[in-house]
């Protein structure tokens, strides 16, 4: 046997009066998640414990099949695994976007879905001025970096910046112990921002500047048992996001970078499908990340939702289809992390659809993969799933 779960991050969404009352998953021409439904079966499962924020570090760590609730450190960790930054205990690890504040408002949490190549000379500007031996800031990929504090203290609220798109920004900064220490580094790296040469560069290209560093996310070094230690699967994990390979690292996963993988619409989908194959050829099992559905959904933006989405459904979870012909043995899974809902541009932690077909897999009465054809499914926690989609059957 070999198993992939295709993740379309953020997916899952509310009926919008624009589309009718529809789902921008209803809405979406997706022929191929509707064809794994009609070769297999439909559910639901819930992704998010009860009392865990609705992010997508606590909702991968679930569809990978670990117990949020005793597992989860926060964000921060996580994506240091990524990038092969090792934490001592003394460290506490911070997701720092760069963002764009603007009117008093969080103009964009992404500012402007900036490049690599543009925000990571930033954060070198900003670790050369305000590094110290007990604090260190690590360029990451595209908006996403890390901020990392020793001897800091627990109990910090912070805020995700994707959370208050459009909103006042200065009724959420950080509050609680340490609150002091994140408050004088955001306002000492906003002139280093500034005089950045790469922000200038944006600015007279006509693009969105990143003004600020907005920490959050953070937590102490975390550590998991691996999948391989668990159920003996060999396996890769592949996504544009520090995130969800971090994940995958912790969990003992071959981290497969594809070139052009953006994390948003139009990225390297071909490069992620042939890592995949090579994965799979060679190993148990494949985790394939796409994140323009989530991106789309955090810019309230419904027809670009639609497009991430059928763009997942044509390039990824279609030709992940057709390796069946080559891998006959292959047992496929797709299903959103969370919701993200265009209304509220945030995410939310409701029960998301699944679609599974494969060996072992009876056919099911359902015709589409949409919110309203899972309705009747009952809730199945994510860590049951991974379970039975590895060892049981439907």
Known sequence: MKYVFLVGDGMADYPVGELGGRTPLEAAATPNMDSIVRLGRIGRVLTVPAGLPPGSDVANLSLLGYDAAANFEGRGPIEAASIGVELDAADTAFRCNVVTLRDGLMDDYSAGHIGSEDSRPMITEIQAALGTKTVKFVP????RHLTIIRDFPRGLACTPPHDISGQPWEPHLPKGPGQEIILDLMERARPILARSESNKRRIAAGKKPATD????????AMKLLTLQDRYGLTGSVISAVDLVRGLGVLAGLKVRLVPGATGYLGTNYAGKVAAAREALLNEDFVYLHVEAPDETGHEGDVHKKIQAIEEFDKHIVGEILALRAEIPDLRILVVPDHETPVSTKTHAGGPVPYAVCGPHVVPGAAAAYTEKEAAWAPVEPAVDLFE???????
């Open 213 to 220: 560093i907005w920490p959050w996310g953070q937590g102490r």
């Open 140 to 143: 990451g990929i595209s908006y």
């Open 388 to 394: 039975r989609f590895i060892r049981g059957s439907w």
